[in-house]
């Protein structure tokens, strides 16, 4: 059997705020409420990010998606006619540019609540040998 991830909880101070945010910038599907007191967020066929309401401390979460080029352009349109800022790397300003490391696109974004999202092209994780 090969493990797959299938869902991940997502803490949030507006789980329906940030959880549509995330949707429409990816141009995926969301619902405002599922199983349980989560507010999903439906990335693909086989992961699901159920974002969750608390008034606890959380972590930063980093999560990374990898797109096609056509994708990378749909949603970099997104995310600046939301006005939302972005960077070119993990740390640092918001410089508005793309890095093209590894041969390919990727950008960095902050979310309301803090968490991190990164897009890419190219996996700079697992790359082709």
Not at 90 to 113: K, V
Request: glycine share 6%; hydrophobic share 35%; aromatic share 10%.
């Amino acid at each position: 059997m090969t493990i797959e991830l299938d869902h991940t909880i997502v803490p949030s101070r507006s789980q329906v705020k940030s959880a549509k945010l995330l949707a429409e910038l990816l141009g995926v599907s969301w619902a405002e409420k599922s199983v349980g007191p989560f507010s999903p967020v439906y990335i693909n066929s086989g992961l699901t990010l159920d974002f969750q309401e608390t008034d606890e401390e959380f972590p930063i979460y980093h999560v990374c998606f990898r797109v096609t080029e056509d994708e990378f352009d749909t949603i970099l349109d997104r995310i600046k006619a939301a006005g939302i800022k972005y960077r070119s790397t993990l740390r640092g300003r918001m410089d508005m540019q793309i890095n093209t490391a590894f041969g390919g696109r990727m950008i960095y974004w902050n979310e309301p609540d803090g968490h991190q999202w990164e897009m890419l092209t190219v996996s700079y994780a697992r790359q082709e040998s």
